[in-house]
């Protein structure tokens, strides 16, 4: 009994899709030079970088301080810090038990070191009175200089011997508690200062960014908002200064001990807003601000060894992994051509375009958003071609099932396609899903692996639909594959429906 084919909707216009997608390439390949991104970055197990540890700091009587919930605290704000750098698959640890946890930072590439400075200050930040303040170089009229008034005879000693010209009188300890009268250095040891109690706090500021004053003279500064404490606090002090002589109408900004700028305050500043100025640098006014914006750690870090970690290992993995994933592609191709024949062929174009558009994203993501390519990265891609290659086997075996139900090939391509494209959307979106959950709670490289792994087989759907299937819809008007050739993988014999002849 002959089965009749029923008409079967058109599959759209191939050359159309297959014209968008060709058009897409080219498009992303002139990105690609157009920006300069012509290099992927690898991450840190690849090509080395920078790693350091960080041992918190016990002070007398503050051993108490250094507990698992504190160290945890400042591994959360350490690592919001760096990712706020755009800095990607970098990572942030705790190690040990006890008092003797440390936190190890290991970076990426050459900014390591900027990365290192950045998240180990405490970021504790004052605004306090000016007392007084004078030369950072101690000379003899110092100590016959008038003390401050209401400032204790010790604190008169210890600002008179002050030198800020001493690199360790520079280094800031950000240990000062708010309620004392501390002697500091300003960042550049030019000058010391004698600054009152601190009255508004880092904890009150709710937002701060880095910006550029172009009307004066193109300096860098930080913005700050303060929060509704802050605001209250940051007012009445403005207000209080004001009408002070010189230096006690200044309000000296600290920083981790060391201060940054001090301002004369000529009227009071209700509105809650403040700017950081200190002839900053861009990155020196951007690191301020991301460390502001993520709070103070709650405790005090001392730098341990920093090392530089070496690349060569990272080579030979990753010369290991391109040759894994090379071995993986070659077979999935050849066992396409092999058990498929000419209709392997769209296997072969299919992880081509795939590859091609995977190659031109990594480039593009990591000159966008810091995208850096590790080995777990590299894992998440090998593991995709075996998600990629079922798409492929879904559809090729329903098209085979319809033939054998007595449909024509052009027949068989279009109602083989309405019941495969359900499948591949259902096998894909769960490894979307499994790719996000990784993503957003994991940390460190299985997040580069759930990161590859979910672009990869995005890039899947997309060549599904706008490659493989309107490639397939072409081939099937093709005689070659129509009429089925041997070679074509639609032959009796490759669908399995040759019946033996009667002795």
């Not at 709670?441 to 087989?457: D, E, M, Q």
Request: contains cysteine; charged residues 15%; hydrophobic residues 45%.
């Amino acid at each position: 009994m002959s089965t009749t084919n029923k008409p079967i909707k058109s599959g759209g216009r191939p050359g159309r899709s297959l014209a968008i997608l060709t058009l897409v390439l080219i498009a992303m390949t002139s990105l690609v030079f157009i920006q300069g991104a012509t290099s992927i970055r690898l991450g840190l197990d690849l090509r080395g970088g920078t790693s350091v540890t960080l041992q918190p700091r016990i002070a007398p009587g503050e051993e108490g301080k250094i507990t698992s919930e504190s160290i945890d605290q400042a591994v959360s704000i350490i690592r919001q810090r760096v990712n706020s750098l755009g800095v990607a698959e970098s990572e942030v640890a705790a190690q040990g038990s006890g008092t003797n946890r440390q936190i190890v930072i290991s970076v990426p590439g050459d900014t390591g070191r900027r990365v290192v400075e950045l998240v180990g200050q405490t970021a504790e930040l004052r605004f306090r009175q000016v007392l007084a303040s004078a030369s950072g170089i101690p000379t003899t009229a110092d100590a016959a200089a008038t003390p401050a008034v209401g400032v204790s005879a010790d604190v008169n000693i210890k600002f008179a011997a002050l030198d800020c010209t001493k690199a360790e009188n520079r280094q800031g300890t950000g240990t000062d508690l708010p309620t004392d009268v501390i002697v500091v250095c300003d960042r550049a040891g030019a000058t010391k200062y004698i600054l009152a109690p601190a009255e508004v706090l880092g904890r009150q500021i709710s937002k701060a960014s880095a910006g550029l004053d172009t009307q004066g003279g193109s300096a860098w500064y930080v913005s700050l908002t303060f929060n509704d404490e802050g605001t209250s606090a940051f007012g009445a002090l403005t207000n209080r200064v004001t009408s002070l002589p010189e230096p006690t109408n200044q309000v000296a900004i600290v920083l981790d001990g060391l201060v940054v700028s001090s301002p004369r305050i000529t009227e009071a500043i209700p509105s809650g807003n403040a700017q950081i100025t200190g002839s900053f640098t861009q990155l020196e006014a951007q690191d301020l601000a991301n460390v502001l914006k993520y709070g103070a750690l709650p405790l005090a870090f001392d730098r341990g060894e920093v090392q530089q970690v070496s690349p060569t290992l990272g080579a030979d993995q990753l010369n290991a992994g391109l040759l894994a994933g090379a071995l993986g592609l070659g077979l999935v191709m050849i066992y396409s051509l092999l058990y498929y024949r000419g209709l392997g062929l769209v296997t072969v174009g299919s992880l081509s375009v795939a590859g091609g558009l995977i190659y031109l994203l990594f480039l593009l993501l990591g000159k966008w958003i810091g995208f850096t390519l590790t080995l777990a990265g590299i894992a998440g891609a090998i593991v995709a071609i075996g998600v990629t290659a079922d798409s492929f086997i879904i559809y090729f075996e329903r098209i085979r099932d319809e033939m054998r139900e007595g449909r024509s090939l052009r027949t068989a391509v279009e109602t083989g396609w309405t019941r495969a494209r359900r499948t591949i959307l259902v096998a894909d979106f769960v490894s979307l899903i499994a790719a996000t959950l990784l993503y957003f709670f994991a940390v460190g490289g299985v997040r580069g692996f759930a990161f590859t792994l979910g672009l990869t087989t995005l890039i899947d759907l997309v060549v599904v639909f706008v490659f493989t299937k309107p490639l397939v819809t072409v081939l099937s008007r093709v005689a070659f594959f129509n009429s089925g050739h041997p070679l074509s993988g639609f032959s009796s014999k490759s669908l399995g429906t040759i019946v033996a002849k009667e002795a």
